[in-house]
């Protein structure tokens, strides 16, 4: 935008006295005017945008605030306890079914550990080759503790594999092989231990990422004999590797039903509730008891409520005509933003049809209106009806034509990208537009006029400081004239 020089000149005219830089201001203030009200109406305009992108953005927290309640979730939300958490710790997520349950674990799932023989450094180089590696589960014979080794046992591949690693020059060492592994990414880990040997301490040792019995390693290998003696593992045959924790699942009961699992985090048993198997319980039952969590639905209500409160106070004070107070919103008396509030709470008034139970509208779970347009709770009335019967009001929310449902598809089209919302937004910026193209025609043409006042004041100065002179010089000619008509 561009700025004028009023008030550059601070000189009164040539000879004449006018003040050629005060009469110009004032002048091009008048002229200004139309400009002044025009950028007025531009602010205007940013204000509305920004009124409107406020107002979208309660709608989004009104949405969010939704979620959980148009999904019957946070109504189906329990807890469960443990009374031995050293034992089960339990975690209730949602559906589950209130009761207490006796649970014993005689078995915790574990991962296997396979010890190779020591080296005496990880750099130097062993042989190359091919290894394969399998995971399966292996039956059968006898296992010697002293030794780490299977005798008679057999071998079953778990589907999965086998899988083929490359051993070469690039990574024949006892540092490659384990970084080789590892890079393949094939549910086996590697690392190096140092067991403090003073000839071959550094000893390679290989685990099952994935706990199980079925997650036992067996390797073979084509190539070097040195790569071979060191990894080649088959439990039913040649053992070149000790094991040190067998591959097993997890045994347990749940009152007196007999379960395996492949590992000890465990969400398929009891509906809703996820156990967390840490210790054997020596054949002392533990005991988790599941009831239903009303905290969570209470919080989603709330939050709710809030958000709906803070939505109505934003649009209150946006379409405030500034009658009472004098201070105007940016929407003020805008019908069509009064109208989003009018949206919402006809659905909120608007009770679900098909609900089955006791509790039919909000205020019977004890969400209602007050005479200010807000939600009130009464938080005492809400826990009694979650505690009494929390899906039917679940369902008040979270049905086809549940309070949740309905709204989420009112916010959404306000607030979705080009939706109710974004269009009058457009529209505004728009007029902007427009309003900033007649701004710089303006700029333009009081830059000319201001240019042609200037040059005419000070075409005036010229003139009545000649006049002034010539009147001087008359005025001092008629003197003298005078004079000499006196003196003769």
């Given at each position: 935008m561009a700025t004028f020089g009023f008030g550059t000149i601070t000189s009164q005219g040539v000879g004449s006295n006018i003040?050629?830089?005060?009469?110009?201001?004032?002048?091009?203030?008048?002229?200004?005017?139309?400009?002044?009200?025009?950028?007025?109406?531009k602010e205007s305009y940013d204000a509305k945008i920004s009124a409107l992108g406020t107002i979208k953005s309660s709608l989004s927290s009104l949405q969010t605030s939704l979620s959980g309640l148009a999904s019957g979730s946070s109504f189906l939300a329990s807890s469960a306890d443990s009374s031995?958490?050293?034992?089960?710790?339990?975690?209730?997520?949602?559906?589950?079914?209130?009761?207490?349950?006796?649970?014993?674990?005689?078995?915790?799932?574990?991962?296997?550990?396979?010890?190779?023989?020591?080296?005496?450094?990880?750099?130097?180089?062993?042989?190359?080759?091919?290894?394969?590696?399998?995971?399966?589960?292996?039956?059968?014979?006898?296992?010697?503790?002293?030794?780490?080794?299977?005798?008679?046992?057999?071998?079953?591949?778990?589907?999965?594999?086998?899988?083929?690693?490359?051993?070469?020059?690039?990574?024949?060492?006892?540092?490659?092989?384990?970084?080789?592994?590892?890079?393949?990414?094939?549910?086996?880990?590697?690392?190096?231990?140092?067991?403090?040997?003073?000839?071959?301490?550094?000893?390679?040792v290989l685990s099952s990422e994935n706990s199980g019995a079925d997650q036992s390693i067996s390797m073979s290998v084509a190539g070097d004999a040195a790569l071979s003696d060191l990894l080649s593992h088959d439990p039913a045959g040649t053992q070149n590797l000790s094991e040190t924790v067998t591959a097993q699942d997890a045994n347990f009961t749940v009152d007196g039903i007999d379960i395996t699992k492949s590992s000890n985090s465990v969400t398929d048993v009891i509906d809703g509730v996820t156990l967390d198997?840490?210790?054997?319980?020596?054949?002392?039952?533990?005991?988790?008891?599941?009831?239903?969590?009303?905290?969570?639905?209470?919080?989603?209500?709330?939050?709710?409520?809030?958000?709906?409160?803070?939505?109505?106070?934003?649009?209150?004070?946006?379409?405030?005509?500034?009658?009472?107070?004098?201070?105007?919103?940016?929407?003020?008396?805008?019908?069509?933003?009064?109208?989003?509030?009018?949206?919402?709470?006809?659905?909120?008034?608007?009770?679900?049809?098909?609900?089955?139970?006791?509790?039919?509208?909000?205020?019977?779970?004890?969400?209602?209106?007050?005479?200010?347009?807000?939600?009130?709770?009464?938080?005492?009335k809400l826990a009694a009806a979650i505690e009494d019967d929390s899906s039917n009001v679940a369902e008040l929310f979270s049905s086809a034509d549940g309070y949740a449902t309905r709204l989420d598809d009112v916010i959404d089209e306000l607030v979705q990208f080009n939706g109710t919302i974004d269009t009058r937004t457009n529209a505004f910026r728009d007029r902007i537009s427009a309003l900033e193209d007649r701004e710089i025609r303006w700029e333009g043409q009081l830059e000319r006029t201001e240019g042609r006042l200037r040059a005419q004041f000070t075409n005036l100065d010229v003139l009545m400081s000649n006049m002034n002179t010539t009147s001087s010089f008359l005025t001092q000619q008629l003197a003298t004239l005078n004079s000499q008509l006196n003196n003769g």
């Open positions: 003040n050629i830089a005060g009469i110009v201001r004032e002048l091009m203030a008048i002229e200004r005017a139309p400009l002044d009200r025009l950028i007025e109406k031995d958490t050293t034992k089960v710790k339990a975690t209730g997520t949602s559906g589950a079914v209130a009761g207490n349950y006796a649970i014993e674990i005689s078995q915790l799932a574990q991962s296997q550990k396979l010890v190779a023989t020591g080296q005496a450094d990880t750099a130097t180089a062993i042989g190359t080759g091919t290894l394969t590696i399998d995971l399966g589960t292996i039956s059968g014979g006898t296992f010697d503790n002293g030794t780490g080794k299977y005798t008679g046992a057999s071998f079953a591949s778990n589907g999965n594999g086998p899988y083929d690693i490359t051993i070469d020059p690039s990574n024949n060492t006892l540092a490659g092989i384990r970084d080789a592994i590892n890079d393949a990414d094939i549910g086996v880990t590697a690392t190096i231990v140092n067991d403090g040997d003073a000839t071959n301490p550094y000893r390679l198997l840490t210790g054997t319980t020596g054949g002392s039952p533990v005991t988790v008891s599941v009831a239903n969590d009303t905290d969570v639905a209470k919080s989603a209500v709330e939050s709710f409520v809030e958000a709906y409160n803070t939505l109505q106070a934003e649009i209150k004070d946006q379409i405030d005509s500034g009658y009472l107070d004098g201070e105007a919103g940016a929407l003020a008396s805008d019908a069509a933003t009064r109208q989003i509030l009018t949206f919402i709470r006809n659905e909120l008034n608007q009770a679900p049809t098909g609900v089955t139970g006791n509790y039919q509208n909000l205020s019977s779970i004890g969400v209602s209106f007050e005479r200010d347009g807000t939600l009130s709770l009464d938080q005492s």
